[in-house]
């Protein structure tokens, strides 16, 4: 009988022995499982860190690249061989600021080259006039057919969201074009106004716009557009808008 138990009590032994090594087995490869999850976690959380740092430290880079790649003669070799057309035969006026245009494309092609590419691919003589969306917010178009402004209604004014291409589809009139640097203001920014207006009696360059080219403008020109010029009494334009870097 004592055997009995003795032998009952070391089977006892050994199925607990069995369970706790079953136990230990079973912990170990949860713990581990646990280990390697943190640890899949902490590399994860790593790499987005790094990666996010990395794109963050190469913002101003870039801008700073941007603003600082180009000079004046550069701008001006860059403009003269006008590949940035893309087959667009309209030219752009030779009051454009280089300097400033070069900046602006680089730092937003893509919009630049969808603007070119309607002014290219569409017969501008028989559009309707009215409102184009063409890229959204970022690049949309307006074309008129009306008389032109006398001297005193057209207002001196700028932007600062947008940049401005404008060309005279049918017809001529002038435009008048100022450095903003040192220009009186009226009318500052509002809000919801991309527009802020300047005294009239203020110094510009004239220019004739008409249809061999257009003018490209940016938010350091003040211009007085769509003046009349005799002998015109209704003109057809287009004035497009391309969001400002």
Known sequence: MAEKYLSLNQQDTKFHEVNA???????SKISNSRKIRNMKRILTNSITFVIFLSLLLSVPAIKAQSDTTWTKEKAAS???????LK???LHPHQSTDKLEFAKQYQANKASWDIAFAFLRDNNLDSLKTGHYVID??????????NPS???KDAKWH????????MYVIKGKETTGIASIAGAPVI?????????????????GSYYLSNTDTFLILFPSDVHRPFIKVEGNDKVKRIRMKIVSR
Not at 187 to 203: A, G, L, R, T, V
Request: charged share 30%.
């Open 21 to 27: 090594l079953m136990f230990c087995k079973s912990y």
């Open 136 to 145: 959204g917010d970022k690049v949309f178009a307006d074309i008129t057919d």
């Open 87 to 89: 087959g667009l035969k």
């Open 78 to 84: 860059w403009f003269n061989q006008a590949d940035w």
């Open 187 to 203: 009318i500052p920014f509002k809000d919801k106004d991309d527009s802020q207006f300047y005294n009239q009696e203020m110094k």
């Open 158 to 165: 700028s932007h600062r969201q947008y940049c401005d291409i």
């Open 149 to 151: 402004s006398t001297l």
